[in-house]
T-cell receptor
Framework: NAGVTQTPKFQVLKTGQSMTLQCAQD?????MYWYRQDPGMGLRLIYY???????DKGEVPNGYNVSRLNKREFSLRLESAAPSQTSVYFC????????????FGNGTRLTVT | AQKITQTQPGMFVQEKEAVTLDCTYD???????LFWYKQPSSGEMIFLIY??????QNATEGRYSLNFQKARKSANLVISASQLGDSAMYFC????????????FGSGTQLTVLP
């Protein structure tokens, strides 16, 4: 039972490079989320997808794009990486119940130099 | 204004003692949920406990309990009989009613259990 799988685990980019973070869940969850975690700031929502075919901005969407490819997969793209995007990125999913917790992937540690 | 406030950046507790991690929240929504997550040094996020705004009783899960004081807007996590493996970062989070019901997280408390 894989749960939420994120790739890659680590990535180093130069300023201006692009990359896509991949996320897939095998729990048949409708909603998926991308968060970033920075020291002292907890987790902040970048984008989310309430259901297949929909995506919406979260608290810190600038510099990112997302694609909900199908019910299982939700990718996060950095078109032109900046040092301010150095962070740990978490993908998460949940079922529809009001009390349903988020299930997280193991995170991607991204460094932009 | 911060929706979730965790005022204790770091806490220490002796092994086998109980510890309370503070969390206050701000919402005008009558329907909301409160969650606690644990993040060990390995980095994964582990769900611990949930409390709904309409729940009459405080939530409990094994050694974890939630001291929910609705009028004070606080949802403190109590860990009983601390173990060395409880050393981790702990996050409080809130979900308000809404189309996507995303979680808003506090800044976390780093708990260290001393032998």
């Amino acid at each position: 039972n894989a749960g939420v799988t994120q790739t890659p685990k680590f990535q180093v980019l130069k300023t201006g490079q692009s990359m896509t973070l991949q996320c897939a869940q095998d729990m048949n969850h409708n909603s998926m989320y991308w968060y970033r975690q920075d020291p002292g700031m907890g987790l902040r929502l970048i984008y989310y997808s309430a259901s297949e075919g929909t995506t919406d901005k979260g608290e810190v969407p600038n510099g990112y794009n997302v694609s909900r490819l199908n019910k299982r997969e939700f990718s996060l793209r950095l078109e032109s990486a900046a040092p301010s995007q150095t962070s740990v990125y978490f993908c998460a999913s949940r079922s529809g119940g009001v009390n349903s917790p988020l299930h997280f992937g193991n995170g991607t540690r991204l460094t932009v130099t | 204004a911060q929706k979730i406030t965790q005022t204790q950046p770091g806490m220490f507790v002796q092994e086998k003692e109980a510890v309370t991690l503070d969390c206050t929240y701000d919402t005008s929504d009558p329907s909301y949920g409160l969650f606690w997550y644990k993040q060990p040094s390995s980095g994964e996020m582990i769900f611990l406990i949930y409390q709904g705004s309409y729940d009459q009783q405080n939530a409990t899960e094994g050694r974890y309990s939630l001291n929910f004081q609705k009028a004070r807007k606080s949802a403190n996590l109590v860990i009983s009989a601390s173990q060395l493996g409880d050393s981790a970062m702990y996050f409080c989070a809130m979900r308000e009613s809404g189309s996507a019901r995303q979680l808003t997280f506090g800044s976390g408390t780093q708990l260290t259990v001393l032998p």
